[in-house]
């Protein structure tokens, strides 16, 4: 096996051994094949396969991985040596024969095993005591090493043990043949610097401990787990130990992702480097989430849908400017797509143009003031809104512009029982106030009735529709209406229908349906109001021409 330099860190991943052991997380011998090729595509060193001795089923879904991956080349893999698969025992032969069995057809194998040395662990579970387990780790690891040559030993419960013995079970493994020595944090009880020094400690105090690598694994108990591994890497730890969006017992395991761009953005900081392609990130914790059906939460460091969000108005404007100013790494670099400035209500006005342009709805001056608050009302209502809802105000815009009446408030009242009744208060060309209210066949027809009463328009409703633009319970609904100039009305002269159009058309767009149909019906009612001015005087009003 090539010995990589010594600033390089080994990743090995533990996802289908520690982090299978999730509440809830239980994966087929199938799908543990796919996110191990996925793993070995990754670039990951090493595989911790599983636990054979817990259950035949176990011991068969390593032996497929074993048989299934490194045997042949991996289409991406970063490195050309193929990952090794490793196996964990508990430290008896019967474990570690099982082990054996499950990855002996791996290219490059491995065996893990571990005894706890705390003492709690020692006297509450082992019931062992120093001189025993130290006794113990040392028979294992010499029958483990008769079996392979790669052999790791974790002394479990590291964190908690008495330094100076846990020197001597790792000066007595080293010399039964341990290749690998991993540093288990294994209730994630330590703090950052409590862990970079017991590392530092192992590294000055273990006798033979330059010939090994030293490896670190930390939990999360405290949210502590990727920063006690970054403390032990500092340390002279060469060997992170990890899962994939840190899934594992408990609170979890460090997340792979973090370490390796933790090292990858700060390696001025650290000078270490992994062999991880850093676009698969993403890619590699999708196909994990799926399989395992543990979700990632949004706000996860990384591989979190919002990873790479902006909402706020300030940070959108400055990442407009300089991407710099609010992301320290890219998302292409960890497969994440493009940065989505998120449009809510904390946006500003520079974001929301920028993203109406990008849509093709170039807006400036008053169009633009007028949809933004708009969009500010609608975000108001709605967590996040989607380009879609964007297209629906935008393509809406103008609509209000026309208007001579003004929604000012509407109230609808509807059911199983009783008549539906709408209340509407519009403000009219002259700044007068009308307050109408009115019975129907449903709520749309009562709130219609109620603005014909007001608006005394020569129209006829020709059509009139409501659709869903947006997924969801809070989806934006579009309504369309069309409204034809009623024919005979006195206002209509011959003169006058021969030379503008006879059906107008109205837009509206809003959470609520019945909302988004009164703005519709009341644009196309205002359009054609505005037709019955003499020709020459009108501005135009996008009307849909008819003849
Ligand atoms: O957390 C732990 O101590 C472990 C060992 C088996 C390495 O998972
Ligand atoms: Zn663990």
Not at 87 to 101: H, I
């Amino acid at each position: 096996m090539s010995q990589p330099h010594d600033r390089y860190v080994r990743i090995f991943d533990t996802t289908l051994r520690d982090g299978e052991q999730s509440p809830g997380a239980t994966l087929t011998s199938a799908e543990k094949l796919d996110v191990a090729k996925a793993l070995s595509r990754l670039g990951v060193d090493i595989i911790e396969a599983g636990f054979p001795a817990a259950s035949p089923d176990d011991l068969a879904a390593v032996q497929s991985i074993a048989a299934g991956v490194g045997t042949e080349p991996v289409l991406g893999r970063p490195s050309a040596e193929p990952p090794i698969i490793c196996a964990l025992a508990r430290a008896s032969e019967g474990d570690l024969d099982k082990a054996w069995e499950a990855v002996r057809l791996a290219v490059r194998p491995r065996l893990h095993t571990f005894l706890a040395t705390s003492p709690i662990h020692r006297e509450h579970k082992l019931r062992m005591s120093r001189e025993e387990v130290l006794r113990r780790a040392e028979r294992m690891v010499a029958y483990a090493r008769q079996l392979t040559p790669d052999v790791e030993f974790s002394p479990e419960d590291a964190g908690r043990t008495e330094p100076e013995f846990l020197y001597q079970v790792l000066e007595a493994v080293i010399a039964a043949g341990a290749t690998t020595l991993n540093i288990p944090d294994t209730v994630g009880y330590t703090l950052p610097h409590e862990f970079g020094a017991l590392i530092e400690g192992i590294m000055q105090h273990v006798r033979g401990i330059e010939g090994v690598t030293v490896s670190v694994h930390c939990h999360d108990d405290l949210g502590l787990a990727t920063a006690n591994t970054l403390a032990g890497l500092r340390a002279g730890a060469r060997q992170a130990e990890v899962t994939i969006n840190g899934i594992g017992e408990r609170a979890g395991n460090t997340a792979l992702e973090e370490v390796v761009m933790a090292l990858h953005v700060r390696r001025a900081s650290f000078g270490l480097e992994t062999g991880i392609d850093t676009t698969g990130l993403v890619r590699t914790s999708k196909l994990v989430s799926s399989r395992t059906g543990l979700v990632v939460q949004p706000n996860k460091a990384i591989v979190g849908a919002n990873a790479f969000a902006h909402e706020s108005g300030i940070h959108q404007d400055g990442m407009l400017k300089h991407e710099q100013t609010y992301e320290i790494m890219r998302p292409e670099t960890v497969g994440a797509g493009r940065t989505q400035l998120v449009l809510g209500k904390h946006s500003g006005r520079h974001a929301f143009a920028a993203r109406l342009r990008e849509l093709g709805f170039p807006l400036e001056g008053e169009p633009l003031e007028s949809a933004f608050s708009r969009f500010k009302l609608l975000a108001e209502k709605k967590k996040s809104v989607t380009d879609a809802d964007l297209t629906a105000l935008a393509a809406t815009e103008g609509d209000a512009g026309a208007a001579a009446f003004v929604l000012e408030d509407l109230h609808v009242s509807c059911g199983t029982g009783g008549l539906p009744t709408a209340s509407v208060r519009l403000r009219g060309p002259d700044g007068t106030v009308h307050v109408r209210a009115s019975v129907g066949t449903g709520p749309v027809d009562a709130v219609f009735k109620a603005i014909d009463e007001v608006v005394a328009a020569p129209s006829e409703l020709v059509e009139y529709s409501v659709t869903a633009v947006t997924e969801g319970i809070d989806a934006l609904g579009e309504s369309s209406v069309r409204v034809r100039a009623r024919q005979g009305d006195p206002r209509l002269s011959p003169q006058h229908l021969a030379t503008r159009p006879a059906l107008f058309h109205g837009h509206g767009a809003d959470t609520d349906i019945i909302v988004a149909s009164t703005k519709a019906y009341l644009g196309a009612l205002n359009r054609l109001l505005a037709s019955l001015a003499p020709a020459e005087a009108q501005p135009d009003v996008g009307s849909e021409a008819r003849a």
